[in-house]
Nanobody
């Protein structure tokens, strides 16, 4: 079992930056592929970014590529999402998730077994 707690959300103007953190407790953090997803009002949850167990591989949704950076610190049991050049369309609840499976990274929500409670990000124009 892994417990995930996100923090760092808030309100920011377009063009601004935020850094989300996700602290994990429970079983060995380094054994999990980690991901960030988001859900805007009235829309389905969508993939944002994922990072491999050791942090050497990452993958991003096209909509955030070049603006967002996912990273992890296995010594601190924490995964981060640095979000720069934020746009109003980035407004959503952001969730971190953990996957204990064989591939290096994954964009599929169904492969993630554990989810945080979410943190709200609001970007105003």
């Amino acid at each position: 079992q892994v417990q995930l707690v996100e923090s760092g959300g808030g309100s920011v103007q377009a063009g601004g930056s935020l850094r989300l953190s996700c602290a994990a407790s429970g079983r060995t953090f380094s054994g999990y592929v980690m991901g960030w997803f988001r859900q805007a009002p009235g829309k389905e949850r969508e993939f944002v970014a994922t990072i491999s167990r050791g942090g050497g591989s990452t993958y991003y949704a096209d909509s955030v590529k070049g603006r967002f950076t996912i990273s992890r610190d296995n010594a601190k049991n924490t995964v981060y999402l640095q979000m720069n050049s934020l746009k109003p369309e980035d407004t959503a609840v952001y969730y971190c998730a953990a996957a204990a499976m064989g591939t290096v990274v994954t964009v599929n929500a169904y492969e993630y077994s554990y989810w945080g409670q979410g943190t709200q990000v609001t970007v105003s124009s």
